[in-house]
């Protein structure tokens, strides 16, 4: 079936410091999602990709779909105390499901 | 505008036994999926209800079941409950099925 896999699983970085997550699917998506997760919380939807290639940014965060609608990535520049939690990617492969990533739990250091 | 409300917070059930949680989506949604996140996982799909129908299910037992009602408040129910049902169930409210998700606070499912 299909999986969605997603690296580092953990990630600690100095507080300024950037930080990327990357996000796979073992088959092509229709659309990918964000999410974030803080500790003890609920994942909240941050944006959705649908066009191969596409780029699409949020303050300091950079969504990335791949050409092949495979892959994707978030980049977070100059990382904050408040991007602290677990982000997610949610893949939709054409059925009524979104799969979700493993996630990575990024934790910033003051 | 309220956001997803789910019903209750936590919960402790004995193995064996059955247990019902509720969701009311964002007003406006009429599509709702259900997840199971256990500690440390990503949300693990179980189904998603639309037009009071199950149009999807992920790989979840039929002990596993649900329900969806004409105001499009749903709920989940588990029977038979095993140690490893233990879970945050998480319920998604969307108007499409391709939008983007809002998620409740979910239900912290304790089975011992």
């Known amino acids: 079936g299909q999986q969605v896999m997603q690296i580092p699983q953990y990630q600690h970085v100095q507080e300024g410091e950037d930080f990327t997550t990357y996000c796979n699917s073992s088959?092509?998506?229709?659309?990918i999602q964000w999410y974030k997760q803080r500790p003890g919380g609920h994942p909240v939807f941050l944006i959705q990709?649908?066009?191969?290639?596409e780029v699409k940014k949020q303050k300091r965060l950079t969504f990335q779909f791949g050409e092949a609608k495979k892959n994707s990535s978030l980049h977070i520049t100059a990382t904050q105390t408040t991007d602290v939690g677990t982000y997610f990617c949610?893949?939709?492969?054409?059925?009524?499901?979104?799969?979700f990533g493993t996630g990575t739990r990024l934790k910033v250091l003051a | 505008d309220a956001g997803v409300t789910q019903s209750p917070t936590h919960l402790i059930k004995t193995r064996g036994q059955q247990v019902t949680l509720r969701c009311s989506p964002k007003?406006?949604?009429?599509?709702v999926s259900w997840y199971q996140q256990a500690l440390g996982q990503g949300p693990q799909f179980i189904f998603q209800?639309?037009?009071?129908?199950?149009?999807q299910r992920g790989n979840f037992p039929d002990r596993f079941s649900g329900h969806q009602f004409p105001n499009y408040s749903s709920e989940l129910n588990v029977n038979a409950l095993l140690l490893g049902d233990s879970a945050l169930y998480l319920c998604?409210?969307?108007?499409?099925?391709?939008?983007?998700?809002?998620f409740g606070s979910g239900t912290r499912l304790t089975v011992v």
């Open positions: 088959t092509t998506l229709s659309n």
């Open positions: 998604a409210s969307s108007l499409e099925d391709r939008a983007g998700y809002t």
């Open positions: 990709l649908v066009k191969s290639g």
């Open positions: 209800y639309y037009e009071e129908e199950e149009r």
């Open positions: 949610a893949g939709h492969a054409g059925t009524y499901k979104y799969i």
């Open positions: 007003s406006g949604h009429d599509t």
